[in-house]
Nanobody
Framework: QVQLVESGGGLVQAGGSLRLSCVAS????????MGWFRQAPGKEREFVTF????????RYADSVKDRFTISKDNAKNTMYLQMNNLKLEDTAVYYC???????????????WGQGTQVTVSS
């Protein structure tokens, strides 16, 4: 059974930083691609960032490029999202996701965590 648990959310002032973590259990972490999505109040869930299972490729939404960094530590079964220079519009619930199949570069149909709230204040 796959389980994803996010942590690290909270309240931060604009311009500040937060680091989110996502601990995965139930599969061989190093063989699966992962990503972060977010959902702001009244909006649809949107893509934030992706990391290939090997760690050799990442992708970012334009809105977070050069401010957010995704990484994964296979030894700890943990994925991270370092968020710098946070803006008001980054306020959302952040969800981590893991691909359904090994060695896939797609997150479609994957598994999801319960989310962690990030609130950026002025």
């Amino acid at each position: 059974q796959v389980q994803l648990v996010e942590s690290g959310g909270g309240l931060v002032q604009a311009g500040g930083s937060l680091r989110l973590s996502c601990v995965a259990s139930g599969r061989t972490f190093s063989r699966y691609s992962m990503g972060w999505f977010r959902q702001a109040p009244g909006k649809e869930r949107e893509f934030v960032t992706f990391i290939l299972w090997s760690g050799s490729r990442t992708r970012y939404a334009d809105s977070v490029k050069d401010r957010f960094t995704i990484s994964k530590d296979n030894a700890k079964n943990t994925m991270y999202l370092q968020m710098n220079n946070l803006k008001l519009e980054d306020t959302a619930v952040y969800y981590c996701t893991i691909s359904r199949t090994m060695y896939s570069d797609s997150l479609l149909g994957g598994y999801w965590g319960q989310g962690t709230q990030v609130t950026v204040s002025s």
